[in-house]
């Protein structure tokens, strides 16, 4: 199966930047979309940021302050967040679609990281 594995959360100051990164591993053949979802206490999870090709698209809470990028060589998606409120204080997941195996057996896969905690102070 596909693994993904998460880095780059913390505690920020509001106004202030962080960075998230995401690795996917395994038998992957091909990817389809990678993105970052957030999940606040009580509420639902929602999309960040999705990137499916050359197409882009941001929750417009976001928009001008989030940078989504993906480096299809090493099956890996950041997202830069820059002007931090507390409002995107939030558990984050890395979320990647695609196609698994080889050969004569390929299979969709849809994965989902472990989450990695942004903190924004105000």
């Known amino acids: 199966q596909v693994q993904l594995v998460e880095s780059g959360g913390g505690l920020v100051q509001s106004g202030g930047s962080l960075k998230l990164s995401c690795a996917a591993s395994?038998?992957?053949?091909?990817?389809?979309?990678m993105g970052w979802y957030r999940q606040a206490p009580g509420k639902q999870r929602e999309l960040v940021a999705r990137i499916t090709g050359g197409s882009t698209n941001y929750a417009d809470s976001v928009k001008g302050r989030f940078t989504i990028a993906r480096d299809n060589a090493k099956n890996t998606v950041d997202l830069q967040m820059n002007s931090l409120k507390p409002e995107d204080t939030a558990l984050y997941y890395c979320?990647?679609?695609?196609?698994?195996?080889?050969?004569?057996?390929?299979?969709?896969?849809?994965?989902w990281g472990q989450g990695t905690q942004v903190t924004v102070s105000s």
């Open positions: 979320n990647v679609d695609g196609l698994y195996g080889s050969g004569t057996y390929l299979a969709r896969f849809a994965s």
């Open positions: 395994g038998n992957i053949f091909s990817i389809n979309a």
